[in-house]
């Protein structure tokens, strides 16, 4: 009987696959540049972080290849996969990833979209990605937690 975790109330969509596949350092929040169709979709709850990823150019953050499907009674043509402007401290935060990800490895990653005060706000992570090697042992110390667990459970209904 597998049981999903529950999202909390206020997170929209997760990039669990970010802590798979990149060693993930400093996380930043930031809020994202949304028209009101988007909005309204994600509500819904029809929102994917999965395959996204942040492009810094011009001294701009932009979200790419977030996936918000448009409402089914839309009047006109909406691209799902727009590109979307991150709204950032241009002094503090962005100058920091700007520095970091000018490092050979070094990238930046959505992990998660959530709300917080009625908006939508988006967190990056630095990241460095993860070779074979690490993502296997990754699995190990996930498989041997569940292992661990599974026999506390056993011993203590004993």
């Known amino acids: 009987?597998?049981?999903?975790k529950k999202k909390s109330e206020n997170t929209i969509a997760e990039n669990r696959r970010a802590r798979f596949n990149f060693e993930l350092t400093n996380k930043f929040e930031a809020g994202v540049s949304l028209e009101g169709w988007e909005v309204r979709s994600?509500?819904?709850g029809k929102a994917q972080i999965a395959?996204?990823?942040v492009l810094l150019k011009d001294k701009e953050a932009w979200l790419i290849g977030c996936h918000i499907n448009?409402?089914?009674n839309s009047n006109k043509e909406n691209d799902p996969a727009r590109s979307r402007?991150?709204?950032?401290?241009?002094?503090g935060n962005l100058g920091e990833i700007f520095k970091s990800t000018q490092q050979k490895g070094q990238t930046c990653v959505p992990t998660k979209l959530f709300w917080?005060?009625?908006l939508v706000k988006c967190?990056?992570?630095l990241a460095t990605g993860k070779q074979g090697k690490d993502k296997r042992q990754t699995i190990k110390a996930r498989d041997w937690d569940r292992q661990k667990a599974r026999e506390l459970r056993t011993r203590n209904k004993k």
């Open 123 to 125: 967190e990056i992570a």
């Open 1 to 4: 009987m597998n049981k999903k």
């Open 85 to 91: 402007k991150l709204l950032l401290n241009k002094k």
């Open 42 to 44: 994600i509500r819904l």
């Open 51 to 53: 395959e996204a990823y």
């Open 70 to 72: 448009p409402l089914a």
């Open 116 to 118: 917080k005060n009625n």
